[in-house]
């Protein structure tokens, strides 16, 4: 019988040193994870992304950080081999990298949209294609997309319309890889409650997205909690394994689909 836990598992989560990434690799972790490999971009989130590490040590996993820029193929390639050489495999590959521009369309320059596809469209396809080439059999990919895809708002071209995408590739990777018993999932959150969020947004449109969930009341902030994310994900990569080819909605009500 397939063992669906975490025991013996090894996660690789991009953009796992902090925000939903890093509560991520501290979750799973304390749920029995064996070994969580912690990805991230730049310089500047090193010192993160080394006590995010210390942090999943310290909950008994084995955890190990890999820097790379993953809008280049070839580096998502690296990353792979690179954490299955370290570990021995990987069970799960979770990729929560993103990149947010609220601009209108008339503003947006040729440089501006080739990043934000690059990041959040590019980035993900060879995260995907990697992990189905590398993931030991009956593993687990989650890769993060946005809940405004099924909002009217403005502003968003460039983001929503990179991560439009990697619903179908999400779908297609299921479909390929599901004769190896290997589930994909996409997770779309609300605007959530982390830098991410409040650097692109001004003090009206912050109220606005406070306020326009269903449960916003219920919520410390009125925005996605990303404590509320990691169980969905949580249950994605173990128990939830026959939901696959999937994007799944996670934002309190604030889009539906």
């Known amino acids: 019988m397939v063992d669906r836990t975490l025991e013996g598992k090894v996660v690789l989560i991009a953009g796992g040193a902090k925000n939903l990434g890093g509560l991520l690799a501290r979750d799973l972790a304390e749920n029995g994870a064996a070994a969580v490999a912690i990805h991230y971009n730049s310089d500047a989130t090193r010192q993160t992304a080394e ?17 790379g820029d993953l809008t280049r193929a070839d580096n998502v390639t690296v990353l792979f081999d690179a954490v299955s050489s370290r570990f021995g495999k990987v069970d799960i590959a979770i990729n929560t990298v993103g990149m947010v521009l609220k601009k209108p369309m008339l ?33 687990k990919i989650v890769t993060l997309v946005t809940s405004l895809l099924g909002a009217f708002t403005s502003y968003y071209s460039t983001y929503a319309g990179g991560k439009a995408p990697v619903e ?19 997770v779309g959150p609300g605007p959530m409650d982390t830098p991410f969020f409040y650097g692109q947004e001004g003090e009206d449109a912050v109220a606005f997205h406070k306020s326009a969930a269903a449960l916003s009341a219920f919520s410390k902030t009125g925005l996605t909690d990303i404590e509320d994310v990691v169980p969905l994900i949580r249950h994605l990569v173990t128990d939830g394994w026959w939901m696959t080819g999937q994007t799944l909605l996670a934002n309190g009500g604030y889009t539906t689909k």
């Open 51 to 67: 006590e995010t590490r210390e942090s999943v040590k310290a909950l008994g996993a084995d955890a190990e950080l890999f820097q």
């Open 107 to 139: 503003e947006i320059s040729e440089a501006e949209y080739d990043t934000m596809f690059d990041i959040n469209s590019k980035s993900a396809f060879f995260f995907l294609k990697e992990a189905g080439r590398v993931l030991e059999d009956h593993g």
């Open 168 to 186: 179908h590739f999400t779908r297609a990777a299921a479909q390929e890889f599901g004769e190896r018993g290997i589930s994909v999932t996409a």
